[in-house]
């Protein structure tokens, strides 16, 4: 069955880019359904969306954070990656990378939930 | 700055009812987006655990109910289990922020 695993350094400088990546296994990136996103999660908090990407490449991201944001995807590689630049001691989170599937129920009107999910990275910032 | 609004937390016995709303405003669940749910017990990665406001994904006990009026929704756990003991989210989509939003959390305890 589908699977996502997160991957990267649990450890970045104040300052610096936060670099992170997914990998699907068990199912194509570039299926046309889907959008794939990433959500984090600062200790003792609640959930706060990142961003999500298409395969084509189309990207939306949460207005908060839309300045230092930046994902992408490879579909070589059936992955796709997040950086955040300029990082502070507030995006000391657990990452994760959910696949969002799409449900319609009404003509042409779509939204997605998230129905996969990684089991999550510790990125800690701290010098 | 969650625009999804939960009570900080509910509790029950075992094999009581117990629901958790879920408040949002007319650019999220009162715009006709779904109401999706998620569990998460500690240390792990949420689950999802409702769809498009009472959709039940294979493999979720019947236990676990969805219902949304207006804009508000709740999700309703009965026959309360101590395996039920987690944090639970909300989520939909917001017309404002042109993304989407979870809940603030609620932490369910099990007497």
């Known amino acids: 069955q589908l699977q996502l695993q997160e991957s990267g350094p649990g450890l970045v400088k104040p300052s610096e880019t936060l670099s992170l990546i997914c990998t699907v296994s068990g199912g194509s990136i570039s299926s046309s359904s889907y959008y794939w996103g990433w959500i984090r999660q600062p200790p003792g908090k609640g959930l706060e969306w990142i961003g999500s990407i298409y395969y084509s490449g189309s990207t939306y991201y949460n207005p908060s954070l839309k300045s230092r944001v930046t994902i992408s995807v490879d579909r070589s590689k059936n992955q796709f990656s997040l950086k955040v630049s300029s990082v502070t001691a507030a995006d000391t989170a657990v990452y994760y990378c959910?696949?969002?599937?799409?449900?319609?129920?009404?003509?042409?009107?779509?939204?997605?939930?998230?129905?996969?999910w990684g089991k999550g990275t510790t990125v800690t910032v701290s010098s | 700055q969650s625009v999804l609004t939960q009570p900080p937390s509910v509790s029950g016995a075992p094999g009581q009812r117990v629901t958790i709303s879920c408040t949002g405003s007319?650019?999220?669940?009162?715009?006709?987006?779904?109401v999706h749910w998620y569990q998460q017990l500690p240390g792990t990665a949420p689950k999802l655990l409702i769809y498009?406001?009472?959709n039940r994904p294979s493999g979720v006990p019947d236990r676990f109910s969805g219902s949304k009026s207006g804009t508000s929704a709740s999700l309703a756990i009965t026959g309360l289990q101590a395996e039920d003991e987690a944090d639970y989210y909300c989520?939909?989509?917001?017309?404002?922020?042109?993304?989407?939003?979870f809940g603030t959390g609620t932490k369910v305890t099990v007497l």
């Open positions: 007319s650019s999220n669940i009162g715009a006709s987006y779904g």
């Open positions: 498009a406001n009472i």
């Open positions: 989520q939909s989509y917001d017309t404002s922020l042109s993304g989407y939003v």
């Open positions: 959910a696949r969002h599937n799409p449900f319609g129920d009404s003509p042409g009107f779509v939204y997605y939930y998230m129905d996969v």
